[in-house]
């Protein structure tokens, strides 16, 4: 008798431990499974001016980002309507790595992928006349590339020509001179001229003349007073300087493009409401951020969202899930945390970085 309860003693302090051990596995489980969740949500809260540019330029890997597998199959009903998936770019070479430099391959296969999708490509004046009270087409997108480089005319436009597929670039007026703010070749004026006077669809807008370079963490050439010798220019000189830069970009862009110029985007996705101001003065009307969203009619015409294709960790189903994450909830993306949203050099350059090159 005395054996029998010690073995039944023992029999149940096993099956207590493996219970224990099973129910804090099971714990241990879905906190990292919540955590993969609420990370993404936590960064994504937080804006491009307060993110960390050391650690936005450190290789990320495709480990550290939550597995699209979580939402792989989203259902027709939950497509969008009245809305449009605004796609940010800025580098594309089939060699050079970066936080913001995607493959010609990549590129592509996103397009494809987008497209088997029921995704529908619009034009920049489609945008414009959606936002003015228009129609587009259920799943609408529009592709941006930043910067102007000379590899959106060489490599991005004819694979988006190829499919009949429209666009805009956003032009550094300046980098047309020698004494250009990065060493990447930009396009020229007659290749500017070239496509768009034989493709109606495709159209270079502004992107500053020669104030895209960061003055601190937080701030750039646009959206602060520069220093120099320990000196701050005036708050009027500093107004001046920025138009007389936004008046230089447009009349340069107008005599290369049969479109209007009235469309911007910021430099690092950087804007003040002094900012704002002074590009509607010279005829801006609507302008791009690098801030996470979909676009509706209610949007701000000033602080335009788009959802960022451009980084090499963005493969066609995140990018997929991403645009249709951000429709279902927006704000809080699981698939692109704010650290590749906000990804690379354009997050990263600095004053002496741009202009010791």
Known sequence: MKLFKTSVFVVTGLVTTLAIVLIAMAMYSDR???????SASADQSSSSSQTNPTTINEPLSADQ????????SIAKKDRYQNKVAVLMYHDIDPIKQGGDIIT?????SQLDYLRSKDMNFISLEQFRLFMKGGKVPDNAVLVTFDDGYENFYTTAYPIMKERHIPGVSFVITGDFSKGA????PHMT????KNMTSTDPTMEVQAHTNKLHYKTSDTTDALTAPLVKDGVTETYEHYLARIENDMRRCVEALRPLTPHVINTFAYPYGLHTPEVEKIIQ????RYAFT???GLVTRDTDLMTIPRVNGGSPLIDPERLYN???WENKLPGRNLFIPDSIQHSGREAGESEKSMTSK
């Not at 980002?65 to 792989?72: K, W």
């Not at 010609?104 to 592509?108: H, K, N, R, T, V």
């Not at 703010?181 to 990447?184: C, D, G, R, S």
């Open 189 to 192: 004026k007659a290749e500017i």
């Open 281 to 284: 003065k010279v005829g801006i």
């Open 290 to 292: 690098t801030e996470l």
């Open 65 to 72: 980002l939550p597995p699209v597998e979580q939402f792989a």
């Open 181 to 184: 703010l990065v060493a990447t």
């Open 32 to 38: 990292n499974l919540f955590s993969s969740f609420t």
């Open 322 to 324: 991403s645009i249709m």
């Open 104 to 108: 010609p391959a990549l590129f592509a």
